[in-house]
């Protein structure tokens, strides 16, 4: 990627040179013909910048480095080739997932989730016979190296999951969000649709920020599993979601999906994870 803008910047001020010290070259270059090869050189040039800005064979790829002390499984890429991690703890066969960090620039809640992965793999014996924990601490690592809130596409992966209220198009105050051309579109989604369909759900917590709150799906089992998280942590109960909607929410499709109960936690900002506070309603997911 640096040849390429060192090429074009030396091209551009060769080009000038000549333009100032040739008449010739003036004359030529006011020519129609030299306009039509100068716009076929643009869109090379910008169909080649394209190419290795999008393409992950070309493209840099900058890794997430959390301080993980165990070794976890990539179940798919992202849009940008980068790893999709997971880690699971235990081998029973009730799998309750944690999920962080689905939008990129919500730190928090990946960090949230690699204190729990680090604490489980010291802490095995934490995860009853019954249970086997999967947790991923970034389902959109092209957002969390980009700080963004969506993915490499410009696509908000919790408005992609095939709810039975997914819709394309969502307004967020001013922000229109895009939920993609069609359910499950985005490469980081469909991994994780595949993923849970393979190992089923039992309970899921998604970790986002920063709402400072709890919030359920529609079922009496999402309500009593956020209700107890609500009061272990000592974070606000809410409900019913109003501020704005939220078609197309990991948590809807697979309470739909899985019969299983499903919760969002909001974080109080958006670079804290608070493990202490947390620690207790987490621990209370997985042993009840």
Do not use: C
């Amino acid at each position: 990627m640096k040849f390429i803008h060192t090429l074009r910047r030396k091209l551009q001020k060769h080009h000038i040179n000549l333009l100032n010290g040739h008449r010739w070259y003036n004359r030529w270059h006011r020519h129609p013909h030299a306009t039509r090869i100068h716009l076929s050189a643009a869109v090379v040039s910008l169909g080649i910048s394209a190419l290795l800005v999008s393409n992950p064979t070309f493209a840099a790829k900058p890794k997430i480095n959390f301080n993980v002390r165990v070794t976890g499984y990539d179940y798919g890429t992202s849009v940008r080739g980068n790893p999709l991690t997971a880690y699971t703890f235990g081998d029973g066969d009730q799998p309750i997932w944690f999920v962080a960090g689905i939008h990129g620039n919500e730190k928090s809640s990946s960090y949230l989730a690699v204190d729990l992965i680090n604490y489980l793999a010291a802490n095995p014996g934490a995860v009853p016979e019954n249970k086997r924990v999967i947790v991923i601490a970034s389902a959109n690592p092209d957002g969390f190296l980009r700080n963004s809130r969506l993915n490499a596409r410009g696509i908000d992966l919790n408005r992609n999951f095939g709810s039975s209220d997914w819709r394309r198009y969502v307004r967020k105050g001013r922000q229109l969000l895009y939920g993609g051309r069609a359910p499950f579109s985005e490469k980081e989604s469909k991994a994780l649709q595949i993923h849970m369909e393979h190992d089923g759900v039992a309970a899921l917590v998604t970790l986002h920020a920063k709402g400072n709150l709890v919030n359920p799906e529609f079922t009496k089992a999402s309500r009593d599993l956020a209700k107890r998280y609500a009061e272990l942590s000592e974070t606000p109960y809410l409900e019913n979601w109003s501020s704005y909607a939220t078609p197309g929410t990991l948590t809807l499709w697979a309470e739909e999906r899985f019969g299983a109960p499903s919760i969002t936690v909001e974080l109080p900002t958006y670079n804290h994870p608070d493990w202490q506070k947390n620690f207790p309603a987490i621990l209370d997911v997985i042993q009840n």
